[in-house]
């Protein structure tokens, strides 16, 4: 059974500098490609990163802000998010994939999600 358990969130300040982790279990995790997505109130879901075998990617408003990085022995999975704003508040979701594309259709395993809520 694939757990993709997500941590580190709660209430930050702007300009606050949390790290998300996910644990993962149940699943190849270093053949994945796995990614970090958000959905913030009243929004869609959206990517946020992906990391994979054939690099890091990041939506635009996160770039330079934000790093995603992964522990392939420990199998997890982290988010560095440097300079927090609050539009930056959602909550963040953990996934896999097996395709290294950016599409939420094509994440196979989620997580429950972690809430990271930015106060001005």
């Known amino acids: 059974q694939v757990q993709l358990v997500e941590s580190g969130g709660g209430l930050v300040q702007a300009g606050g500098s949390p790290r998300l982790s996910c644990a993962a279990s149940g699943l190849s995790f270093s053949s994945a490609t796995m990614g970090w997505f958000r959905q913030a109130p009243g929004k869609e879901r959206e990517f946020v990163a992906r990391i994979g075998w054939s690099g890091s990617y990041y939506t635009d408003s996160v770039k330079g802000r934000f790093t995603i990085s992964r522990d392939n022995a420990k199998k997890t999975l982290s988010l560095q998010m440097n300079n927090l704003k609050p539009e930056d508040t959602a909550v963040y979701y953990c996934?896999?994939?097996?395709?290294?594309?950016?599409?939420?259709?094509?994440?196979?395993?989620w997580g429950q999600g972690t809430q990271v809520t930015v106060s001005s």
């Open positions: 996934a896999a994939s097996f395709t290294p594309v950016s599409q939420q259709q094509s994440y196979r395993y």
